[in-house]
Each structure stands twice: as structure tokens, then as C-alpha cells.
């Protein structure tokens, strides 16, 4: 976990947001006004997890904190459904090579995590570490080494302490258990001000959920970590879990950085018998998204930013994230300022080249960059066409540049 203070109303589990910012009531996993919730969702301890489902978390010496750092989540079931999304980034960390290389993706059982170490950059060695996790893991659990992936999360370029994480995994497989969702979302946290989990429950299934990420934010089929469980029945589990991703995590930034290690974990056990309601997978995952954002190192506001009239989606996208990205629209976020000037260069730089009629106030609202929500709705016409694209993203404060400074130090 990262040094210093935070804002409590940062995380998924969190208190009591700013009056008048337009949120859902304190305490609830849902609390984005852009989360679209469907009708009948029980909200269940976020530390759950979905039934048939075991986890654990334990501190084996990765962590400078002595935190918890390694983590199992497992299925009970022997016929799971499953589906693995990892990071386009090309410096791929060494357990995204062995989940590419070695697991079967549609039928994985487990996942065994660290956090204090990303085993990225790490060469050979690295490699070999990252499958012999994968191997006790699956001895532990008395499992194929294909039904298991590992995922891991920390500093780039430092060698795995092996044998602490190898001790760490037969810890936690010894414990796990139904109440061990708690210590398994502590197990994947590094810089996170405090857990992004949640247990929810809709007709007759549950969906269980447990992710990391505050810093190396930005959209690779998947961005940070994160493990969904549920006991439904999901016939097509890849193109469920790549449509919720669409709409959830590849609509985020933080910091524009895409991270060597994310990895998202779909596992459907059907043992609930019923299909997922409509629109809960991606109500889970976005508002995990945007815990993510409000968690960005340092930050106190979440904005998004909405293009429409763009010549293409893809011309729409790409003004959006340079907008989001923009350090001069971060810090006008983060000083309440309704700078419009700010998005119409970022958008002008985004198009460079191309013939675009004055952005002015007309076509641009950013009244909400200055008011006093924690969420701020922003967006600008170009004029162009029909295409449109929406991007989340928060604000650029002093306390991410310490951060991210003091990060090895």
C-alpha cells in the first residue's frame, strides 16, 4: 500500500462523498451516477465471494510493509467456464507469457497472485519463476498446471523472491475458504489506497469481484487486475467478459501508461443454473472502473469526458484520450477551474492537420470542472460528423508526482 493519507471516498468501499455531488448513498458499491444498475441487484459483504468459490491471502515478505502479497482464488467446481483477457502492452510481464503460453483459457480453475513484484522485465529467469508458481499452485491445488494463471503486480525489473512466494502459495492454499475474499483483494494491492471489491446478487446467481489499480492506467484489453467469480451459467464467457471490458476498463485512464501485468479473470462455474441478468457484468466492472479512477495515485475528482459529432468513433476516441490525458485538463480538474481552453487545444492537437471549425463555448461544456462534485461531466462538439466516444479520467495532483517519485526510493 502507498505511503501517506488518502481521501476515504476513493475506494469502492468507502464513506461518505462530497454533499451535492450527485452520488449514490454512502456505503454502497453502486455509487456512480454513470453506472447503469439493473432492477433486483441485492448488495451483498464486498468481501464475499460468489458460491462454490474459495480464496485466501497471506504475507510472505514481498511487501516493504509486511502487508499481505500473495493470494489464491479457486473454484470448486470442476467444470468451469473462464475467460482470460492480458495486456496488449509488448514488454508483456512473465505471467502474462505463461497464461498466453500455458493455460487452457477457457477452463481455468484458479489463480494464484503476488503484489510487491511485477516479474516484468526479468528475462528467462523471470519466466521460469512465473511457471513454477503456476506449478505449485496447481500441486496445491491438486489441479493441471493449465487450469491455473498467475498474475502478478509491484515494481518492474526486480527478481522474484521465488522462495518466499512459493512458501506464500502453500499458505494460502491451506487456508482458503469462503470467507477469504478479504485477504485475497488485500494479497493484490499495491499502491491502493484500500481494497476495490464487491459481492452482489441478482435472481438466483451472484457475482463476486476483487481488483487492484491506482497508477499504469490506461486501456490494453485489459487494465490492472482483476478477478470475477459468479455461480451462472455463461454459455460464450470470452465475449461476455470482452463486451463488459469494453464498456468498463477500456474506457479509463490515469495516467495514459498501459501496465506490462494487466490481467482480467472471468470464471463461471453454472452452478447456480441461471444465466447473468442483463447488464450486471458490466454494471460490476464499471463501477470497478471508475474505483480505479477515483483511486488514481493522488487523486480527488473523476471526470469524463464525452466527444460526439467526430468524423469516425475512432477520430471520437482519439480526441477523447487526449483530452483525458492532457496534464492541463488534469490540473484544471483537480483545481475545480472551467478552463474550456484547456479541451479545445487538446482537442485542436488531437486533429492536427485536419480542418476544424473554432471550438469555442458553444461547442464545449466544462462548466462541471468547476463546481464541487467528486464527478465532473465534460464534453465538446467537433462538428465533423456522427461519431462519438466517452473516456474516464482523474485529475493530476501534487501527490502523484510523490508517489510516483519516492516509488523505489
Known sequence: ??????????VAE???RAAGSGQRPSGRFFRSRWVEVPEGIDELDPAGLAPGFRAAGVACGLKADGGTDVGIVACDQRAV???LLLTRNAAAAAPVRVCRERCKEGAIRAAVVNSGNANAATGERGYADAIAMQERGAAALGLDASAVAVAETGTIGVPLRLDLVLEGIDR???????????????????????PKRCCVRAGGVTVSAQAKGAGMIEPGYATMLCFIQTDAVVPDPERALREAVAASFERITVDGQMSTND???????????????????????????????????GASRVGRIAVREAATRA????????IANS????????????????IAQAAGQALAGVELAELGPDRIDAAELGGDSSEA???????????????FFSDLTHEYIRINAEYTT
Open 14 to 16: 468507502s464513506g461518505q
Open 327 to 342: 496534464p492541463l485538463v488534469k490540473t484544471a480538474l483537480y483545481g475545480h477551474d472551467p478552463n474550456w481552453g484547456r
Open 315 to 322: 477520430e471520437a476516441e482519439r480526441v477523447a484520450r487526449a
Open 172 to 194: 494460502a492454499a491451506a487456508t482458503l475458504g469462503s470467507g477469504g475474499g478479504a485477504s485475497f483483494s488485500e494479497a493484490i494491492m499495491t499502491t491502493d489506497a484500500g
Open 81 to 83: 467456464s473462464s475467460a
Open 1 to 10: 500500500m502507498r505511503a501517506g493519507g488518502r481521501r476515504p471516498e476513493a
Open 263 to 297: 490481467t482480467v479473470l472471468l470464471q463461471a462455474s453454472g452452478a447456480g443454473g441461471e444465466p447473468l441478468p442483463g447488464g450486471l457484468l458490466e454494471a460490476v466492472l464499471l463501477q470497478l472502473a471508475l474505483a480505479i479512477v477515483a483511486d488514481g495515485e
Open 377 to 391: 461531466e465534460l464534453s465538446v462538439a467537433l462538428g465533423r460528423g456522427e461519431g462519438a466516444a466517452h473516456v
